[in-house]
């Protein structure tokens, strides 16, 4: 393949005293220009075909690329012809349903990725809560997940590389795992620090309530606090006068009375 020509070249520059073989001249290409590619950088003395014996730069002397490249498109274009009278002839190739086979494969795949994505993210919930809420390295997290015996999807090792790349792709899940242990926490915060702002405004109401009584003349303490709070809630500024039947404010907002007659009917109208 051409990235194994890649890295065994690089090996070459790397060691020039080195001598690579391969087993046949087409196994390193099929194609002339990798051969004059080769031959420009250097390296064709010292690339050996171990059939034939012949170094690279023989191999291209010869005009053995020129050959290899022909048979190439020859056994390509017989192909093609074969197959194109196979399906003259009625021949059908591949599977009638491979679409639902591939389909099913995706399928299976991707519930595949997802157990293993979970099984990655719990492992690293257990890592952070185990460790107090303190997030550890990448490295760390790699070693814990290789001791667990949690592969990647080919069935390697994780390495922080491979590690940062599945963390790019479910940013959202694998900072939610790493705040697995403060965020319950700040929950809680927020629901105290909630109740007690509501047991303040609570404290607040009840004070008030008590310099409303100490304001109340002396014949109407028969009010309770219930019924007060009604009363300072539900009764609008100007009561409605008993002959004209409007509010007596101008914008006919809601609140306390403003007369001592307003408040007279209302309380009438509470104990009817």
């Given amino acids: 393949m051409a990235a194994g020509l890649g ?21 390193i290409a099929r194609h002339a220009e990798i051969f004059r590619l080769i031959q420009q950088q250097g390296l064709g003395g010292r690339v050996f075909v171990a059939s034939i014996g012949l ?10 690329h020129r050959r290899i490249e ?31 086979y591939s389909k099913q494969a995706s399928q299976i795949k991707k519930q595949k990725r997802q157990e293993r994505q979970q ?10 809560r ?31 590389e491979r590690l ?14 790493r705040d697995s242990y403060a965020r319950p926490r700040r929950r809680i915060r927020y629901i105290a620090i909630a109740s007690l702002i509501e047991l303040r405004k609570r404290r607040n109401r009840q004070w008030a309530m008590k310099q409303l009584l100490r304001m109340l003349p002396d014949d109407r303490a028969w009010l309770d606090c219930c019924e007060l709070r009604r009363c300072r809630n539900d009764i609008p500024v100007g009561i409605a006068d ?3 039947g409007k ?26």
């Fill in 7 to 27: 890295r065994a070249l690089k090996l070459r520059i790397r060691n020039p005293q080195a001598i690579m073989l391969v087993s046949e001249a087409d196994r």
């Fill in 70 to 100: 022909q048979i190439t498109i020859e056994q390509r274009d017989a192909r093609r012809e074969g197959l194109q009278k196979y399906k003259e002839n009625g021949g059908v190739t591949g599977a009638a349903d491979i679409a639902n």
């Fill in 164 to 177: 940062s790349q599945f963390r790019k792709q479910c940013p959202g899940k694998w900072k939610q795992a």
């Fill in 130 to 160: 185990s460790n107090h809420g303190r997030v550890p390295g990448l490295q760390d997290i790699c070693d814990a997940l290789n001791h667990l015996c949690i592969r990647t999807g080919q069935g390697r090792f994780f390495t922080p």
């Fill in 55 to 64: 170094s690279v730069d023989w191999i291209i002397q010869r005009g053995g």
């Fill in 242 to 244: 008993d002959q004209e």
């Fill in 247 to 272: 509010p007596r404010s101008r914008d006919g907002c809601r609140g306390p009375p403003d007369t001592r007659r307003g408040w007279d009917a209302y309380v009438l109208s509470m104990r009817g």
């Fill in 119 to 128: 099984k990655i993210l719990s492992a690293v919930k257990k890592i952070i």
